[in-house]
């Protein structure tokens, strides 16, 4: 009922920058939180960063400072800016957006993800 759609992964050399964006589409009433998962190899999906619809924001620390995750409201789009990236940025970068579809129903819907590769 509600399709996410994920763009801008790619390599990337160290310290260098890439946007990942995700647009979300579908019966949707009300968007709550956007935000953007990761999971490498053998490890467990974490979350990178997420901002509710008041704007405020939460960031893993290990991005802090890095990364900038802003969403468009109108559009239903979230956008994470990715500056100075490293190695350990290497992975699948997943979209994930919760809210309200038009029936009242809750939603929590997955992107299909993006690889990231950081790499020289």
């Known amino acids: 009922q509600v399709q996410l759609v994920e763009s801008g992964g790619g390599l990337v050399q160290p310290g260098g920058s890439l946007k990942l964006s995700c647009a979300a589409s579908g019966r949707i009433s009300v968007v709550d939180a956007m935000g953007w998962y990761r999971q490498a190899p053998g490890k467990q999906r974490e979350l990178v960063a997420v901002v509710a619809s008041d704007e405020s924001a939460e960031y893993a620390d290990s991005v802090k400072g890095r990364f900038t995750n802003s969403r468009d409201s109108a559009k239903n789009t979230v956008l994470l800016q990715m500056n100075s990236v490293q190695p350990e940025d290497t992975a699948g970068y997943f979209c994930?957006?919760?809210?309200?579809?038009?029936?009242?129903?809750?939603?929590?819907?997955w992107g299909q993800g993006t690889q990231v590769n950081v790499s020289s």
């Open positions: 994930n957006v919760k809210g309200q579809l038009a029936a009242g129903s809750c939603f929590a819907s």
